[in-house]
């Protein structure tokens, strides 16, 4: 039978009366997340408490494309978001509305990127390069989205007609995978750890890389709302060292690799209650780990890449011709390059 004695009830009522106060004092946060392997810093980052030592209670925010995750950081639904940079995050960065804070994922060198990809029908066709994509119908998710502008870049860099490329927008990543797999579309651009399980189907065929078209591209970015920059700076600074910590997991585990099996296991364990949920995590496992990109040690951000983007939103009259970098960005809370 257990005995307690008064000194260790004492011990033990003292431990619960803290415990109570930080749990009351910790401020609740909601996080907008998307089920891919990008967000992987910010589960991290709650899983191994990062966020509740900082001082913040997390929620995440489920969300199927990007542009309705700046929308909710307007209304307050939502108090942080990582995702790419949308020609909506860029109209409400305008309005005063939102801001962004820093980066995550980035194309960096050495380090397998975004693959072009064509679906069976095309490849049979004769799309076997990005060149072939001239008159094609490729997925993103909505106008003004990341796969919007990867799309471009390919026209660009090839030299034709941006106009010449259908866009076929289909709301989230779920059905851009349907549609091409199906055939319903002709080509994508998405993140290796995706991209490769798509590929080993035989259903679509890898034509090309994003860093062939894209110089050092900034793929996701930290927001946040003017208003709890304003009246909180405290909260979103917390937000911004506890999800820097969870980055450097994040790298050291699946990027680098220095850190050993068991613990880069127990992070994919984490990972998997957000990301591919519909498979056991013994099958999960080898998809989380392959393909990781990079993702900014300390939230830095590619200031350069995120003015290409906007210059992009601009000449293709996704977003107000007087948009600013100064309205879209708050430097002041990472490093910049």
Same mark, same amino acid.
Do not use: C
């Given at each position: ?47 191994? &408490? ?108 090839? &030299? ?121 995590l013994e099958d999960a496992d080898a998809a989380i780990r392959a393909g990781a990109m990079r993702m900014n040690e300390g939230a830095k951000l590619n200031l350069a890449s995120i003015e290409d983007q906007l210059e992009w939103f601009k000449s293709e009259n996704l977003v107000p011709q007087d948009a600013s970098i100064e309205n879209l960005v708050d430097t002041s809370f990472v490093e910049t390059f």
């Amino acid at each position: 039978m257990l005995s307690i004695t008064r000194r260790t009830f004492g011990a033990l009522a003292a431990a619960t009366m803290l415990m109570g106060a930080g749990a009351a004092s910790a401020e609740p946060v909601k996080i907008g997340i998307l089920s891919l392997t990008s967000h992987s810093p910010s589960i991290i980052a709650e899983g191994k &408490g990062y966020y509740e030592e900082a001082g913040l209670e997390v929620e995440f925010v489920p969300f199927q494309a990007a542009q309705p995750m700046a929308v909710a950081i307007a209304s307050g639904d939502v108090d942080f978001g990582l995702t790419a940079m949308t020609a909506g995050l860029v109209s409400l960065a305008e309005r005063g509305a939102v801001k962004i804070i820093g980066g995550a994922m980035a194309e960096a060198e050495g380090v397998e990127g975004h693959k072009i990809l064509v679906s069976k029908a095309a490849h049979e066709a004769g799309v076997t390069t990005p060149a072939g994509l001239e008159g094609k119908r490729f997925g993103i998710t909505t106008a003004g989205s990341s796969f919007h502008y990867m799309a471009h870049k390919i026209a660009d860099g090839e &030299g034709f007609e941006r106009s010449s490329m259908e866009m076929v927008p289909l709301n989230g990543v779920p059905a851009v995978i349907a549609s091409l797999r199906s055939g319903q579309i002709d080509a994508w651009s998405i993140q290796p750890n995706i991209a490769d399980g798509l590929i080993a189907s035989g259903d679509v065929f890898e034509v090309g890389r994003i860093d062939d078209y894209v110089d050092t591209y900034q793929v996701t970015t930290l927001f946040t709302s003017n208003e709890l920059i304003a009246n909180n700076r405290e909260l979103v600074e917390s937000f911004v060292a506890a999800f820097s910590k969870g980055v450097a997991d994040y790298n050291a585990a699946f990027v680098d690799k220095t850190m050993s099996e068991d613990e880069s296991g127990e992070m994919v364990a984490m990972i998997h209650e957000w990301v591919y949920t519909d498979r056991p995590l013994e099958d999960a496992d080898a998809a989380i780990r392959a393909g990781a990109m990079r993702m900014n040690e300390g939230a830095k951000l590619n200031l350069a890449s995120i003015e290409d983007q906007l210059e992009w939103f601009k000449s293709e009259n996704l977003v107000p011709q007087d948009a600013s970098i100064e309205n879209l960005v708050d430097t002041s809370f990472v490093e910049t390059f």
